[in-house]
């Protein structure tokens, strides 16, 4: 079974809080607050839309330009910190204008702190995050009970990671921390017969691995996606892609997944997305999801 949902509603929550508010977007552009700081960074999602608040750009205390930098402003004082969606993030500015957080995944994030534990001899449901970032996935899935393999690229990611798990009491949760490439982990797990309740995959358009392995979604998300469904189990198995690239398209990622899976199984394709104080919509990506069984 499939569904197809434009902007999907089951599970939706309002991100807006005392922590996070998309305050407005436009002429490429989004204005946040995040705790005590307001932002003013690029949005390429908001090109060719026009700003609905003009005025209240005017009380950002940092504004970044296309790369990342600053271009008025001081950097907040650390630590800077907000919680969405439940968990708690630290933030702190990137060379390539990230903050640490990507906050229209918190509807993911929810989805995912409300999967069902139960399992046969109380074994521990097992969970993989892969192009992890900075935890949110694996942070929600600990909390669902999870044993969690958090896998990443990047070194400092993945000790940001590990500072976050420690901001929501998580230091003893069974969480494993891998600094690799996802592709040869994921070789390698299937090599080991290892096997996954639910996996979560985030991967960028490009990027650059260990010893200089090269990620290009076009070329390598396909062969990963095949490896992810071999390596799940379980009468609950569950997939859980998300991204921003416009290739290859939603339609071709649900297709491709319903050949894979002989059509077993349920595939939820979304649209992620941000509300503003007005309501207004900004598009953040998508989200595909596959789940064995009837209900998803």
């Known amino acids: 079974m499939i569904r197809d949902v434009s902007f999907w509603r089951l599970m939706q929550t309002d991100v807006n809080s005392s922590d996070y508010a998309l305050l407005d977007f436009g002429h490429g552009r989004k204005l946040e607050r995040l705790g005590p700081i307001v932002l003013d960074r690029c949005s390429p999602a908001a090109e060719g839309l026009e700003k609905q608040e003009p005025g209240q750009w005017r009380s950002a205390d940092l504004r970044l330009d296309d790369r990342g930098q600053i271009l008025a402003g001081k950097l907040p004082q650390l630590p800077w910190q907000i919680e969405v969606a439940g968990l708690r993030f630290g933030l702190e500015l990137t060379p390539f204008g990230h903050i640490g957080i990507f906050p229209e995944q918190h509807v993911n994030w929810h989805q995912l702190r409300n999967l069902s534990t139960k399992r046969q001899h ?21 909390k669902a009970g ?26 003893n949760a069974p969480i494993r921390w891998i ?20 996996i979560v995959l985030d991967p960028p358009s490009f990027g650059h691995g260990p010893g200089g392995t090269r990620w290009e979604i076009e070329q390598h998300l396909f062969p990963l996606l095949d490896a992810c469904l071999q390596l799940l189990s379980g009468p609950h198995a569950m997939l859980m892609l998300t991204g921003h690239s416009v290739t290859p398209t939603v339609p071709e990622l649900v297709a491709w997944l319903s050949q894979q899976t002989e059509q077993q199984g349920t595939i939820v394709a979304q649209r992620l997305s941000l509300c503003d104080t007005r309501g207004r919509q900004l598009d953040c990506g998508y989200c595909v999801r596959w789940q064995a069984g009837e209900n998803c």
């Open 146 to 171: 999870f044993q969690v393999v958090h896998v990443d690229a990047s070194a400092p990611a993945v000790r940001w990671a590990r500072e976050n798990a420690e901001l929501n009491q998580l230091h």
């Open 122 to 142: 109380d074994n521990l449901p097992q969970g993989l995050n892969l192009f992890a970032y900075t935890g949110g996935s694996t942070m929600a899935l600990a």
């Open 179 to 198: 600094v690799e490439d996802a592709r040869k982990f994921a070789a390698r797990e299937l090599k080991r017969e290892r096997r996954y309740d639910v």
